[in-house]
C-alpha cells in the first residue's frame, strides 16, 4: 500500500514535471513489471523474439509484421494498440492467464515515451557510478552537496524545505539515529548552550566515537546476516555465533573500511595469513540457518545453505534478487539460471555438511577467544614455556637420577584416570558371559575419553570389547558407545540410531590368539577425525563408518560392560586384561607409553639402549612423577598441571562458525533449482551484465569480494549507501533497498545516490565520515512537520521536503526505556542474554525447557544482546517489526498495531521502567511535581513538555496519587513489577503514582519516534 | 475557546478538516487496524471498509472464515481412513520394489536393511450413506462422514517436518512466504473489530512430539499485522492484555484518556497522519482487553457444550477446549482460525501412541462440525482437518505382533475438510493397495489451497503481493480449482 501510493506520488510528480517521460524512471518499470514475465531474459518463457528488456529485442520485426515500438509514432506502434485492445484475445498482457490488464496512466506513459522517440536506456544501476556534477547551492539553503540535489528536485516539485529542527530535537533524532539510544538532558543542554561554529560537528564526533555506535549499526546488519543464537528448523537448537556478533560491533566501531569489512566477511578466511579476526568475520555466510531433523537427505540441505549464501550476499552487496534465478533465468533482470550457478559455485566450496549438528556450532567453526582470554591463554603458555625451559636446564639432574633409579613398584598411568579393571590379569571370556563394570562410562558426545585394554582375541570375531549401550540385535545399532571387533577390526563407535553415529573402524584386523594393546582416544569433537585408534601404542588407519552425529548421544541405563555380544548367545571369545579409562584424550606419546607392558622395575633392568622410545619414556615419566623430589620433579609436575589447565582453558572458549574452501566439489546447474536434478558443470564466475573480475585475481571468493568492492563494481556502494540513507531517514533514495533490479524502484534522487556513492569509494569507503555528512546536511536538519501542502504533494517524504519522523526500530524502542530508567547495562559483547519473557512460549511450542530469564545486570543489556531463538523469536522485538532471521532482510518496515501499546502499557519490561523513570522524577528531578514531571518528559523526548501538556501529566498525576493513597496495597503490587529494587525511602503511594505517570511518559507516540 | 481565535488556531483546523477528508475518522481507523490496513499511509485507495483489498472477494464466497485443525506430525492414514485389507495378507512381507518405486526415504529408515509391511493393528468400518471408512480409533469422526470431504489423495514433496509443514502453511517448503491465514487477513480483512483476524491456539496431549514454530502463523514478506496471533490459555490470552497488577481497567481508561490528549497535542503539532493511527492503536488495544477476556470465559456455556466437546473441553489450553474457543471465535467472525495439535508423528509405538492421540482429538474436532452446523455456520465456515504428510506402510524399527512404527511419507496422505462450499458425504481420491501411492484424482498443496481460496471467494491467482520485484501468492506459480470436492 505505501508502494502504491508512492506511485501515485510519483505519477502525480511526473505529471506535473512536463510530460518529460524518461525511460528508466517511467517505462522500464511498467515493461518491467507487465511484460517482462513472457517477454524477458527468461529464455524457457519467450515464445517469440520480442522482448523489452533489451533494445535489440525491443525493435525486432515482429512475427506477425510490423515493430511493437515505432519512435515517434504511437498509432503504428504495436504495443500500444496490444495493451490498449478490448478484444480480450488479442489484449496484452493476456487476461486468460491471470494478467491484469494495464492502467490507463501506463498506457499514457508508454504513449508518451514513444512520442517523444522511444529513447532507450541500460538499466541505471548496472551503470558504473560516475560522480555527477554537484548543482549549484540557489538560495544558501544547503550545508553540504547533499543538501544541492534536494533543493534542485524540490525546486523541480515547486516546493520548499522545512524550517531546520531545533537543536534539541537534532540532538536527539542523530543520537537515537547514531547509538540507538536518547541524548541525556545534560549532553543535550551542553549542545544547545554551546555557541561553537563546530557545535553539531561535535556533537557527532563523540556519538560516532561511542561504543553505542557500533552496537546501533549492528541493529540492521545482524537482520542482513541472518544472525541468530539457534540454527533455526523444526529443532532449532543453540549455537554459538556472538563472537562473529562481537566482530561486528568492533569492526563498525574502529570504522574499519567498508572495502574491508566486505572482504573479510566474504572471503576473510581466504586472505594470506588470514588472522582471527578475518576468519571470524567469514561467519557471516555460516549465520544462515542449518537443519539437524533426524532423517534429512544432507545434499537437499546442503543446497539450500548455498542458496542461502548466494541469496544474502546478492542482496547486502548488490540489491539483486538472485534467489529468482534459481530454478529458471530471471523473469526480469539479465540473469541467467547458469549465472546463477556460477555465484553458487563461489559459495559451495564450504567442507559443511547437510545435516547440521542438532546441538551446537557444525564444522568448519574456530576457536575464537575473546581479546580478554587470548590474555589469559598468552599468560599461561608463557608459564609453560618457562616451565619447559627450567626442566630442560634441569635434563643433567634427570639423566643422572634416572641412571642411579632402581624402582621396585610398577608405575601406571594413571593421570585423569576414571577407571581401570582386569589390572590383576587377563580375564577370559568364553562366549557365555559378560563382565558388569558398574555405572561407569557415563560420556556424551561432549566429553574427551580414552580407553587402554590388552585383548587376545579367539578368533576372528565380531563382539564388543566393552560398551555401555542399549544395542539389540545389532551390535552397532542402539544408543551409547562402545569399543568393538568387527570381523576382527577395532571399531568405535558413539551413536543414536541408524542414521546418527561417530563411528570409525580400523583397517586391518588384531591378530587372533595374540595379545595386541588397544588405545582409543576422542577429543570430543563429535567427528570421526577427533577419533583415534592405537595398536600396540602406534596410531593405525581407520575407516570411516558413519560421520553424521545429530542428537546428544542419550546414555542407556545398561551398566559399562565388557565383552558383549549382539545377542546374548554370542559373546566375546578371548582375554581382556588391564582395561582403562581415561576421562580425557591420551596424546599419542601417551598411547605408546600406555602400551608398554613392562613394569618399571623390568625396565629399570635394561640398559638404555635396549628399551623402545616409548619404554625409555615411561620409565623417565615414572621417575619424574614419583621419584624425582627436587625442582626437576617440581618442575614436570607443575608442567603436567600447566598442560591439563591449558586445555581445560581452551575447551571453555567460544567457537564460531566461519567459511573454508576445503570441499573441492564440482557445481553443477541444478534443474528446477532441485539438489537432485544436476545439470551442465558450471565454473564460478559474476553476472555478464555487470564488470568482469579484475584481471589477474583469484577466480574464488576472494576474487568475488574484492570484485564487489572495486571502483567499477556498479551496485555495492549505491547498495551501501542508500542501506545508511534508509538507516537515517527511514527509507532509501531507492526504496525497494533489496532490490536494485528492473522491478525496484526509481530513485527518488538518482544524482544524489551517485555522488554518494562515488564519494564513499573515494573516501576510501569510510563509513563513519559518510554518516557525519549526512547528519550535518540541510536536509537531515529539516524540522519533521507536515503541512496539508506536504501531506498532499509528498507524504511519504520521499522528496525530503522535511525530516524524518518515523518509530524508533524495535531495539531503541526497549533500550530507551532502559536508558531513562536508569537501568541500561553498558556492557559490549559476549554471550546473548535472556531478558524478560512471558512464561511459557518456548515449552508450548518447542521440546525446549521453560525460558528462564537472566538475572542482575544481564536483564538490561542492549537489545541486540537478547537470544535469539528463531522459530520463537523474542515477542516484544517481532512486534516492534524486527526482523525474524530466518532469511536475509534489510528492508526497514514500520507497523502501528495494537500489539505493540499493549506490550508498552503492560509488559514487566516497560513496567518496571516506568518504575525507574518514576524514581528517578523523585529524586533527581527537583523539589515540586511540575520540576519532576518536567525532566521525567525531557529524559524521554529531549523537550520540555508544555504548558497544555504539563497540564495533562499533572492532572493524571494527582489522580494516582489520590488512587493510590486510598488503595495502598494496589501502590505495592504495581510497584513489585520486575526484578530491580525499589527505593524504600520514598512513600509507596507517591512512588507508584509517579510509576504510572511515568508509563505514560514511556507510551507517548513521540517517545517512541525519532522526530 | 474560540476555536479561530488566532491564525494558527484557524490553518490546524483546516489541516484537520483536510485530514479528516483524507484518512479516515478515528474510528474507522482503529477498525481497520485491527487488522490493520495502514491508513495513515494510504487513504481510501485500496482498502475497504473492513481492512481487506478492494475487488476482494473476486465472486460471491461460499465461506467467510477458516477453521483448520493442524494435526502436526503426520497422521498415519492407513490407520485411521485409507482402509488397506490386503495389508494383513502381506504383514511382514517387504515392500515391493515395484511399490516403492525408487522414493526417497528419511534417512532414519534408508539404511534399514528391510522394509516389512505393517497392516493397521485397527478395526475399520464404513459409516454414514456415504460408506467411508473409518478406523474404530475415530468413533466421533465416523458419526459425521455424510458433513465431510476425506480427501484420500493428498500428496505433497517434502519428507521432513519442517519443510512439509511450511509447504501446507504458506505454499512454499522454505521460510519467509506468508502462511494461509496472513493471506486471507490481507486480502479479506476483518469481520470483527475488536478481535484479530488471524488467531492461532496449539496444544498437545500425552506426547509433545515435534515442535512448532511462530513462522508457521507468520505474515512472512507481508507487513507484521497480518501474523496469526496466538491465543494462550492461562492468565494473558494475548500476551501482555493484561494490566499490570495494582492498575486496573479503570486506571488503564484513564491512562488512555491522558495519553490520546497528550498524543493528539502533538498531532497538533507535527500533523502526522501516524499519530492518530496511533491513538486508534491504543484504543483497539483497550477494547482487545474486554473482548478477549469474554471471548475465552467459557462460564456462558452449558454444561451440554462440554458434553458435545468431551470433558476435556473444560481444560485450558487442550485442543478440545481450543476446538470449543474456535467456535466462539467464529462466531465473532475471525476470519482464519487455526489449531495445531501436535503428536502424530508415531516412528515407534503406533499401537499406543496412535489411539491416545485420537482420544485427545477425535470428539472434540467432531463436536465442532457439529455445533458449527446446528448453529448455522458451518455453511459459511470452512473446516479443514489434517496433517503435513502421511506415514509408509512399511515399519519403522522392529516389526513384532505388538508394535510397529511408521516413517514420513509424502506420497499419499488422508485430510478431510468441511463446511462452506465442499461436498459433504464425500470421499475423493484413491491410494494403491498399499497406501503407498495415488492411483486417482491425485490432490496437492497447490490444488487444495486454490480450492480452499476459491471457496472464500478468492481467485488465487489474483491474490498478489509484490516483494523483491515479483508478485507472490499463496499457491506460486501453481495450483489448480478442484471441482469434483466442490458443493
Known amino acids: 500500500m505505501l508502494r502504491s501510493l508512492c506511485a501515485l506520488g510519483l505519477l502525480a510528480a511526473l505529471a506535473a514535471s512536463a510530460q518529460e517521460v524518461r525511460f528508466n524512471r517511467d517505462v522500464r518499470p511498467i515493461l518491467s513489471d507487465k511484460c517482462f514475465a513472457c517477454h524477458g531474459p527468461d529464455a524457457g518463457n519467450r515464445s517469440t523474439p520480442l522482448r523489452f528488456d533489451s533494445r535489440e529485442g525491443a525493435f525486432v520485426d515482429l512475427l506477425s509484421g510490423g515493430k511493437a515500438i515505432v519512435p515517434g509514432d504511437p498509432a503504428q506502434s504495436k504495443l500500444i494498440e496490444r495493451v490498449s485492445s478490448e478484444d480480450p484475445v488479442r489484449r496484452m498482457p493476456p487476461s486468460y492467464k491471470g494478467h491484469a490488464k494495464l492502467s490507463e496512466r501506463e498506457i499514457a506513459t508508454l504513449t508518451r515515451w514513444i512520442e517523444q522517440g522511444a529513447e532507450w536506456e541500460g538499466h541505471w544501476a548496472f551503470q558504473r557510478v560516475e560522480r555527477p556534477t554537484v548543482p549549484p547551492n540557489g538560495e544558501g539553503w544547503a550545508r553540504d552537496p547533499i543538501d544541492r540535489f534536494v533543493a534542485r528536485r524540490l525546486d523541480r516539485e515547486d516546493m520548499r524545505p522545512t524550517k531546520e529542527a531545533d537543536r534539541a530535537t537534532w540532538a536527539r533524532r542523530a543520537t537515537l539515529d547514531l547509538t540507538g539510544l536518547p541524548p541525556t538532558p545534560a549532553e543535550v543542554d551542553a549542545f544547545v548552550a554551546d555557541e561553537s561554529a563546530d557545535a553539531y560537528e561535535k556533537v557527532v564526533d563523540r556519538l560516532l566515537a561511542s561504543p553505542r555506535y557500533g552496537e546501533r549499526m549492528a541493529f540492521r546488519w545482524l537482520e542482513a546476516a541472518r544472525y541468530a543464537d539457534t540454527n533455526g528448523y523444526q529443532n532449532d537448537q543453540e549455537r554459538d555465533m556472538w563472537r ?45 540457518r542449518g537443519n539437524g531433523e533426524a532423517g534429512i537427505v544432507p545434499e537437499e540441505y546442503h543446497v539450500e545453505y548455498v542458496v542461502d549464501r548466494v541469496e544474502a550476499t546478492s542482496m547486502v552487496w548488490m540489491g539483486l534478487t538472485m534467489g529468482c534465478a534459481r530454478c529458471h533465468d530471471h523473469k526480469y533482470d539479465p540473469l541467467t539460471q547458469k549465472e546463477f550457478y556460477q555465484l553458487f ?513 544481564d536483564l538490561y543489556r542492549r537489545s541486540l544482546y537478547t537470544f535469539w531463538k528463531r522459530t520463537i523469536a523474542p515477542p516484544s522485538m517481532v512486534a516492534f517489526d524486527a526482523a525474524p532471521r530466518e532469511t536475509c532482510v534489510v528492508r526497514e518496515t514500520r507497523t502501528n498495531t495494537p500489539l505493540q501499546a499493549l506490550g508498552l502499557m503492560n509488559d514487566v519490561t516497560y513496567v518496571e521502567a516506568a518504575r525507574k523513570l518514576g524514581e528517578r522524577m523523585l529524586t533527581e528531578g527537583g523539589s515540586d511535581a511540575e520540576a519532576r514531571l518536567d525532566y521525567g518528559f525531557r529524559l524521554a523526548t529531549a523537550r520540555e513538555p508544555g504548558q497544555a501538556e504539563l497540564a495533562v501529566l499533572k492532572r493524571g498525576l494527582q489522580r494516582y496519587q489520590q488512587r493510590y493513597a486510598v488503595h495502598p496495597a494496589d501502590a505495592e503490587k504495581l510497584l513489585s513489577q520486575g526484578d530491580s529494587p525499589r527505593s524504600e525511602a520514598i512513600e509507596p503511594a507517591e512512588q507508584a503514582a509517579y510509576a504510572a505517570v511515568a508509563s505514560l511518559i514511556l507510551n507517548l507516540d513521540e517517545a517512541i519516534t525519532k522526530e | ?296 470465559d467459557f462460564s456462558s456455556e452449558p454444561e451440554e457444550t462440554f458434553q458435545l466437546y468431551g470433558e476435556d473441553s473444560r481444560k485450558p489450553g487442550t485442543y478440545a477446549a481450543n476446538c470449543l474457543l474456535a467456535r466462539r471465535l467464529s462466531e465473532r467472525g475471525v476470519r482464519f482460525i487455526q489449531l495445531f495439535h501436535r503428536g502424530w508423528d508415531t516412528h515407534a509405538g503406533v499401537p499406543k501412541r496412535l489411539p491416545e492421540q485420537c482420544q485427545d482429538t477425535d470428539q472434540a474436532s467432531a463436536a465442532l462440525v457439529l455445533d458449527l452446523e446446528r448453529r448455522g455456520l458451518l455453511d459459511d465456515t470452512l473446516v479443514v482437518w489434517g496433517g503435513e504428510f502421511g506415514r509408509t506402510v512399511y515399519c519403522q524399527g522392529t516389526l513384532t505382533a505388538e508394535t510397529y512404527g511408521r516413517d514420513h511419507h509424502p506420497r499419499c496422505f488422508t485430510m478431510w475438510a468441511a463446511g462452506g462450499g465442499l461436498k459433504p458425504g464425500l470421499v475423493y481420491g484413491e491410494t494403491d493397495e498399499y497406501s503407498y501411492n495415488v492411483v486417482k484424482d491425485p490432490l496437492n498443496v497447490h490444488d487444495l489451497h486454490a480450492t480452499l481460496l476459491h471457496c472464500l471467494g478468492i481467485d488465487h491467482r489474483q491474490l498478489t503481493y509484490k516483494f523483491q520485484g515479483r508478485n507472490f501468492r499463496l499457491t506460486d506459480v501453481h495450483g489448480e480449482l478442484v471441482n469434483a470436492i466442490l458443493a
Open chain 1, 345 to 857: 559455485a563461489y559459495f559451495n566450496q564450504v567442507p559443511d555438511r547437510g545435516r547440521y549438528f542438532k546441538y551446537g556450532n557444525t564444522p568448519p567453526f574456530v576457536q575464537a577467544p575473546t581479546a580478554e582470554q587470548a590474555e589469559k591463554l598468552a599468560a599461561l603458555d608463557a608459564r609453560i614455556e618457562k616451565t619447559e625451559a627450567t626442566l630442560q636446564g634441569l635434563e643433567g639432574d634427570v639423566a643422572r637420577g634416572l641412571q642411579a633409579w632402581q624402582p621396585v613398584q610398577p608405575w601406571s598411568f594413571d593421570e585423569s584416570l576414571l577407571f581401570a579393571t582386569f589390572g590383576e590379569g587377563p580375564r577370559k571370556f568364553e562366549g557365555k558371559d559378560f563382565a558388569d563394570l558398574g555405572e561407569e562410562g557415563g560420556y556424551s558426545f561432549y566429553d574427551r575419553l580414552s580407553i587402554g585394554v590388552r585383548v587376545r582375541p579367539d578368533e576372528i570375531q565380531t563382539a564388543g570389547l566393552v560398551a555401555k549401550s542399549s544395542a539389540k540385535g545389532d551390535l552397532f545399532g542402539g544408543k551409547g558407545w562402545g569399543f568393538y571387533l568387527d570381523e576382527g577390526r577395532p571399531r568405535f563407535r558413539m551413536g543414536n540410531g541408524l542414521d546418527d553415529s561417530t563411528d570409525v573402524r580400523a583397517v586391518k584386523p588384531l591378530p587372533v590368539g595374540a595379545w595386541s594393546h588397544l588405545t582409543f582416544t576422542y577429543d570430543g569433537s563429535r567427528l570421526t577425525r577427533g577419533m583415534k585408534i592405537y595398536v600396540d601404542g602406534r596410531p593405525v588407519e581407520l575407516e570411516v563408518v558413519e560421520d553424521h552425529s545429530n542428537n546428544e548421544i542419550t546414555l542407556p541405563k545398561t551398566p559399562l560392560r565388557a565383552g558383549v555380544g549382539p545377542e546374548m548367545t554370542d559373546l566375546f571369545r578371548g582375554e581382556l586384561e588391564d582395561l582403562r579409562l581415561y576421562d580425557r584424550d591420551l596424546s599419542a606419546d601417551e598411547a605408546a607409553v600406555l602400551a608398554v607392558e613392562e613394569g618399571t622395575p623390568a625396565l629399570a633392568a635394561l640398559a638404555a639402549a635396549e628399551r623402545s622410545e616409548a619404554a625409555g619414556r615411561k620409565l623417565r615419566w615414572a621417575y619424574l612423577s614419583d621419584e624425582a623430589s627436587g625442582p626437576a620433579g617440581e618442575a614436570w609436575r607443575e608442567l603436567r598441571r600447566l598442560r591439563l589447565a591449558r586445555q581445560e582453558m581452551t575447551d571453555g572458549f567460544p567457537t564460531v562458525m566461519v567459511m573454508s574452501d576445503a570441499a573441492g566439489r564440482q557445481t553443477h546447474l541444478l534443474k528446477r533449482g532441485a539438489y537432485d536434478a544436476p545439470g551442465e558443470a558450471v565454473e564460478p564466475g559474476v553476472p555478464a551484465v555487470l564488470p568482469p573480475l579484475p584481471a589477474g585475481g583469484p577466480n574464488n571468493r576472494l576474487g568475488l569480494a574484492e570484485w564487489l568492492v572495486s571502483r567499477d563494481n556498479p551496485l555495492t556502494a549505491r547498495v551501501t549507501v542508500n542501506r545508511f540513507w534508509q538507516m537515517l531517514f527511514g527509507q532509501g533514495i531507492v526504496e525497494t533497498v533489496e532490490d536494485f533490479g528492473s522491478q525496484g524502484s526509481w530513485p527518488t534522487h538518482p544524482e544524489l545516490l551517485d555522488w554518494l556513492a562515488a564519494e564513499f569509494m573515494e573516501s576510501g569507503w569510510d563509513t563513519k565520515a559518510l554518516l557525519k555528512r549526512i547528519v550535518l546536511s540541510a536536509t537531515y536538519r529539516q524540522g519533521s512537520q507536515l503541512t496539508p501542502d506536504k501531506l498532499e504533494k509528498d507524504p511519504q517524504n520521499k522528496l525530503l521536503s522535511r525530516g524524518p519522523r518515523v518509530r524508533l526500530p524495535a531495539e531503541a524502542v526497549r533500550d530507551q526505556a532502559l536508558a531513562v530508567a536508569g537501568l541500561l547495562s553498558e556492557r559490549v559483547g559476549g554471550p546473548s542474554v535472556k531478558p524478560y519473557q512471558p512464561a511459557g512460549l518456548w515449552t508450548e511450542l518447542s521440546n525446549w525447557e521453560e525460558y528462564e530469564h537472566d538475572k542482575g545486570g
Open chain 1, 244 to 288: 562473529w556478533r562481537d566482530w561486528v560491533i568492533e569492526a563498525y566501531n574502529k570504522n574499519l573500511p567498508f572495502d574491508e569489512f566486505t572482504v573479510w566477511q566474504i572471503a576473510g578466511d581466504l586472505l594470506p595469513n588470514a588472522t582471527l579476526e578475518q576468519r571470524i568475520a567469514s561467519g557471516f555466510n555460516r549465520n544462515h
Open chain 2, 1 to 296: 475557546m474560540d476555536l479561530l481565535s488566532s491564525p494558527e488556531q484557524a490553518l490546524k483546523l483546516t489541516r484537520r478538516r483536510f485530514f479528516g477528508r483524507s484518512a479516515f475518522g478515528l474510528g474507522t481507523a482503529a477498525l481497520a487496524s485491527l487488522l490493520g490496513r495502514d491508513l495513515s499511509a494510504a487513504p481510501t485507495l485500496d482498502s475497504t471498509e473492513n481492512g481487506g483489498l478492494p475487488g476482494l472477494p473476486h465472486h460471491a464466497p461460499k465461506a467467510k472464515r477458516v477453521i483448520y485443525l493442524f494435526q502436526s506430525g503426520g497422521p498415519a492414514q492407513m490407520d485411521l481412513f485409507d482402509y488397506k485389507p490386503l495389508l494383513e495378507k502381506y504383514q511382514n512381507q517387504d515392500l515391493p520394489d515395484s511399490i516403492r518405486g525408487g522414493q526417497r526415504l528419511t534417512g532414519m529408515t534408508a539404511a534399514q536393511t528391510r522394509f516389512p509391511v505393517a497392516a493397521s493393528h485397527f478395526k475399520f468400518q464404513q459409516h454414514g450413506q456415504s460408506g467411508a471408512w473409518v478406523s474404530e480409533l475415530l468413533p466421533h469422526t465416523a458419526k459425521i462422514v455424510d458433513k465431510i470431504a476425506v480427501l484420500r489423495s493428498m500428496h505433497t514433496e517434502p519428507i521432513n517436518h519442517d519443510p512439509a509443514i511450511t509447504f501446507l502453511q504458506t505454499g512454499h517448503q522454505l521460510a519467509g512466504r506468508p502462511s494461509m491465514g496472513s493471506w486471507l487477513a490481507y486480502g479479506l480483512g476483518s469481520e470483527n473489530h475488536n478481535l484479530p483476524a488471524f488467531v492461532v491456539m496449539t496444544s498437545y496431549g500425552k506426547t509433545k512430539g515435534q515442535p512448532l514454530y511462530s513462522r508457521l502463523w507468520g505474515s512472512g514478506f507481508l507487513p507484521t499485522r497480518y501474523a496469526g496471533v496466538k491465543f494462550r490459555s492461562g492468565k494473558d490470552p494475548v500476551l501482555y492484555l493484561n494490566n499490570p497488577e495494582g492498575f486496573d481497567q479503570d486506571d488503564r481508561r484513564g491512562f488512555l484518556d491522558d495519553l490520546s490528549e497528550l498524543n493528539r497535542m502533538r498531532y497538533e503539532e507535527m500533523a502526522d497522519p501516524e499519530i492518530e493511527t496511533r491513538i486508534a492503536q491504543y484504543e483497539m488495544a483497550y477494547r482487545m482487553q474486554s473482548s478477549v477476556p469474554e471471548l475465552t
